[in-house]
């Protein structure tokens, strides 16, 4: 069986020191059910429950060989980001959460690859927890899709992926802190809905933005969850940017030309969405994720790239393993 790449899992540690003085009543805290089970508190509320493959390498390890898979990159869990916190309180957290991700990967570092998180809210902190990070063995790093009302266009995240360009570090972009509303806090409509908004909105915003127009084209970045709604909107796009050109935005180019310009990952669960993603984005811009392991990913790993008809062997080797070895430096 081929050895897949999952370019696209989170940990969790099982627990870490109190950070009330930086993360205030909200602060995120672990409360431990058993060996096996833990409850992710923010302050008094129930976040999420998880279970001991969020931090134990050995039950990741058994699950990356049951689904054939060889490598995990394995990355924050978007809640504890704290963008929303001020930036010496975000990097206070984000240095504990980077430690503790090394102690998790250190069982296989040939197979766990760990990417860390940056306090994205202020640059200057931000680069600095990166070259941190990648001096004691972090292989990329994990950002939210906006900053509050700042999406990936603005100044100083630019400023952040130009460092990571110029590093040659790969960026893992992940959609996070959805809109809150009566319309959306039913059912799951935040995920379902509002994060593959999310990432389309992202990859809007640094093509519309011009980002892709004055950012190194060294820069390595993918996007989560297939690009969110991108590829299946990129002609309304197109449509606009020809169309409505007087208030569209500052891409020196439409939106189809950035097109090899950023990679996505191939947890959309349908084989006619796969088919779209790889037709629009290109067969060396799509790397095998699930979202491990969350109960919104994909399992087995990479199954529907598996089953895929449409794709050849060639294609398929790509899609498992060769765009991340490009991507990842490996
Ligand atoms: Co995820």
């Given at each position: 069986m081929t050895s897949l790449i999952d370019i696209h899992t989170h940990y969790v540690p099982r627990g870490w020191p109190d950070v009330s003085a930086e993360g205030g009543p909200e602060a995120p805290w672990l409360r431990i059910e058993s060996e096996r089970e833990a409850m992710i508190m923010m302050g008094t509320r129930e976040f999420r429950r998880i279970q001991s493959d969020c931090w134990d390498a050995g039950v990741r390890l058994a699950d990356m060989d049951a689904d054939g898979v060889g490598i995990q990159v394995v990355s924050p869990t978007?809640?504890?980001?704290?963008?929303?916190?001020?930036g010496e309180q975000s990097a206070r957290i984000a240095r504990i959460f980077n430690d503790l991700a090394l102690d998790i990967v250190a069982p296989a570092p040939d197979r766990l690859i760990p990417f860390c998180q940056v306090p994205l809210q202020d640059t200057d902190l931000a680069c600095a927890e990166l070259d941190r990070c990648l001096a004691n063995g972090h292989r990329g790093v994990e950002i939210g899709n906006h900053v509050g009302d700042r999406d990936l266009d603005s100044e100083g995240v630019v400023t952040f992926l130009q460092h990571c360009a110029d590093r040659g570090v790969p960026v893992f972009v992940h959609p996070w802190d959805m809109a809150s509303s009566p319309r959306l806090d039913r059912w799951m409509a935040q995920w379902l809905t509002a994060m593959p908004a999310e990432t389309h909105l992202s990859i809007l915003s640094m093509v519309l933005g011009g980002v892709f127009d004055r950012i190194d084209e060294r820069l390595k970045i993918c996007f989560a969850h297939?690009?969110?709604s991108f590829a299946f909107w990129l002609g309304r796009m197109e449509n606009a940017w020809h169309g409505r050109n007087d208030v569209i935005?500052?891409?020196?180019?439409?939106?189809?030309?950035?097109?090899?310009?950023f990679h996505v990952d191939?947890?959309?669960?349908d084989e006619r969405a796969l088919r779209l993603l790889v037709d629009t984005v290109?067969?060396?811009?799509v790397m095998v994720g699930s979202d491990y392991p969350y109960p919104l990913g994909e399992r087995p790993v990479g199954e529907v790239v598996r089953k895929?008809?449409?794709?050849d062997d060639t294609t398929r080797a790509r899609i498992t393993h060769e765009n991340a070895q490009a991507f990842l430096g490996i």
């Open positions: 978007p809640g504890f980001f704290n963008y929303g916190r001020t297939g690009g969110g935005g500052t891409s020196q180019f439409p939106p189809s030309h950035y097109l090899g310009r191939s947890v959309v669960f290109g067969p060396d811009r895929s008809d449409f794709l």
